[in-house]
């Protein structure tokens, strides 16, 4: 098990470092846009000013030399206009004059029927709203046109003067272009610099990154845990926010390492307290054993006394076989190596199984080897136990009349060999489920029987299986209890060369 939880999502400098590049983009656009409008915007003003004052300029021309004729003068090509300009009289609403100077010539040339129309209403809306000087935009079949209308003193009607938009247009539409591309080429050049600028503001963060996650790969209920990576001296600087997190994270990988230096150190000294008081223990306990047989053979008691002996015999042989378990186990947390060899599991388990039906006949035993020939490389001794240890469990916690149900099979997608356990008991209680593996819990409590137990089969057993690179796991509920056992199948080539072990 690692430091972190398997499910722990650790936030990557890469997820940061987009974000922040997200940031400074949006921040760079939103800023190019409100200045591009802002400049736009400002540009249509300016455009727009100058030509309200041409074509102020333009209306007076045309008025001073309609004014200054004798009669109704016909003519509208006021000297000074520019080319472009637009003239045009109304009276009672019908076209007197009308014409545009041609911006190649400067020739007067006549406006058609067709912009009588636009331009009656022009000037009808433009009087009403009372306004001497009021332009407006008009489309026109000569183009588009900023016109303004005016009352004609010369003719008692109405005169309209106007100035072409085409080059205004044209202006502003180049601007808008303009603007576009150098905003897209300030919105990259952002981009490609912020991006370098942050991935090396962020490299010491991730070396940060790579060590927390290296730190949390590791094994860390294993045992012997040498933690030796560091965040680098020049990452790890009090004063800045990554110098602050890499310091941290050093003083933490230092607590962490001498809590499981302190904790190897602690468990070391109770495994050999164990090893050496069970050791110790199985000299006297044999010595007990040894003289109260003796005195049940050669010394006459009283029915009372006969039963004090006996229950000395029965309590010193579960002493005996506690402490044996205590030996075991301790050689196990010592990671002794097991004299291994070819085994077929379904050979050995038939033949464990066939001695329980043998012993325990008031519980039906059955068998069921679905992949023969399932070869792993164990120690025989030691499988032995642990598969005698899950049927003696399952007979010890089941009453009489259940079924047991013992198989063998394959994964041949994990290469694994299973064995299963599957009894018709009454269940493990859901409370007691978490707990079965851990040593001197009982499941008496849980399961029905009357057997005592130590609490160190299971337990025994799962550090067997795990010793090998297996795993044991159990699934229970009110008949249906799954004892299933995950070993490494044997690779065929090597199978060759190993010893095969007697079952």
């Known amino acids: 098990m690692s430091f972190f939880s398997p499910n722990t999502k650790v936030s990557s400098p890469h997820a940061l470092q987009r974000k922040l590049l997200l940031i400074l983009l949006t921040s760079v656009t939103a800023v190019s846009v409100l200045l ?74 006549q406006l058609s029927q067709e912009d009588a129309i636009p331009m009656v209403d022009l000037e009808l809306s433009t009087l009403r709203e009372g306004g001497p000087f009021k332009p407006v935009r008009a489309h026109l079949t000569v183009g588009d046109y900023y016109l303004v209308a005016v009352k004609d003193s010369g003719s008692n009607g109405i005169l309209i003067v106007g100035l072409p938009l085409h080059s205004t247009d044209l202006a502003l539409r180049g601007m808008a272009w ?26 010491s963060l991730k070396r940060v990154a ?45 607590n962490v390492s001498t809590a499981l230096t302190s ?113 792993i490389h164990a120690d025989s001794a030691s499988l032995r136990r642990v598969i005698t240890n899950l049927l003696a469990n399952a007979r010890k916690h089941t009453t009489a009349g259940n079924t047991v149900t013992v198989s063998v099979d394959q994964d041949d997608q994990t290469d694994e060999a299973i064995l299963r356990v599957h009894d018709t008991g009454e269940g493990i209680a859901p409370e007691f489920l978490p707990r079965v593996f851990e040593r001197f819990t009982r499941a008496d409590k849980a399961r029905s029987g009357s057997d005592g137990t130590t609490g160190l089969g299971l337990p ?35 199978a060759e060369e190993m010893p095969k072990a007697a079952v």
């Open 210 to 254: 790579t060590v927390a996650a290296s730190v949390a790969a590791e094994e860390l209920d294993s045992g012997k845990v040498d933690l030796a990576q560091r965040v680098p001296a020049q990452d790890a600087i009090p004063g800045t926010e990554v110098g602050n997190v890499g310091n941290a994270l050093n003083a933490m990988i230092s």
């Open 460 to 494: 025994i057993a799962k550090s067997i299986v795990e010793a090998h690179g297996g795993k044991i796991t159990v699934a229970s509920k009110p008949g249906d209890t799954v004892f299933e056992v995950r070993l490494p199948l044997i690779d065929p080539e090597i």
């Open 178 to 203: 303009l603007t576009l591309f150098i905003a897209l080429i300030l919105i990259a050049g952002a981009g490609l610099a912020g991006s370098w600028l942050i991935s090396r503001s962020l490299a």
């Open 263 to 375: 904790r190897e150190k602690s468990q070391a000294q109770m495994r050999q307290f164990v090893a050496d008081a069970s050791h110790e223990l199985r000299t006297p306990l044999s010595a007990i054993r040894g003289y109260t047989e003796l005195l049940s053979a050669t010394e006459h008691f009283s029915p009372d006394g006969q039963r004090s002996v006996d229950r000395v015999l029965q309590q010193s042989a579960r002493m005996s076989s506690l402490v044996e378990s205590l030996l075991l186990l301790a050689r196990l947390d010592e990671e002794n190596a097991f004299k291994r060899s070819e085994v077929d599991l379904c050979e050995l388990t038939a033949d464990i199984t066939e001695d329980f039906k043998l012993t325990a006949s008031d519980h039906h035993w059955i068998f069921d080897c679905r992949t023969p020939q399932t070869i």
């Open 36 to 109: 591009g409008l802002l400049y736009n915007a400002g540009m249509r003003q300016t455009l727009m000013d100058q030509l309200n004052s041409q074509l102020r300029l333009a209306t007076e021309r045309a008025l001073n030399y309609s004014q200054g004729a004798p009669a109704v003068n016909s003519r509208l090509d006021a000297p000074g206009q520019a080319a472009g300009t637009l003239t045009a009289r109304f009276v009672d609403k019908y076209v007197f004059n009308g014409g545009v100077l041609d911006e190649r010539t400067g020739v007067l040339e």
